[in-house]
Nanobody, 113 residues
Framework: QVQLVESGGGSVQAGGSLRLSCTLF????????MSWYRQAPGKEREFVSN???????RYADSVKGRFTISQDNAKNTVYLQMNSLKPEDTAMYFC???????WGQGTQVTVSS
């Protein structure tokens, strides 16, 4: 059984910052290879960022240079630091444990212009 709990969403003005957290409860190996996705109203869920088991990181072009993914293995938590936020970043953000195909419930990010 795996549970992912996200937090850190909120409302900010354009140019602001937020840090999302996702803590995994359950099977530890599920923390190897974690991703963030987002889904805006009326749009499909899209990939945002990934951190692999070796620490390698990947980003969508739309967030590269503004978002940073990191992981604290001792806390089974993955973070997404989001800087220079834009209105188009507004979405529900979900974390996913790729190895276990498990999703969190999502946390809302709203960026106003």
């Amino acid at each position: 059984q795996v549970q992912l709990v996200e937090s850190g969403g909120g409302s900010v003005q354009a140019g602001g910052s937020l840090r999302l957290s996702c803590t995994l409860f359950g099977i530890i190996y599920c923390t190897y290879d974690m991703s963030w996705y987002r889904q805006a109203p009326g749009k499909e869920r899209e990939f945002v960022s990934n951190i692999g088991s070796d620490g390698t990181t990947r980003y969508a072009d739309s967030v590269k240079g503004r978002f940073t993914i990191s992981q604290d293995n001792a806390k089974n938590t993955v973070y997404l630091q989001m800087n220079s936020l834009k209105p188009e970043d507004t979405a529900m953000y979900f974390c996913k444990a790729e190895q276990c195909n498990s999703w969190g419930q999502g946390t809302q990010v709203t960026v106003s212009s």
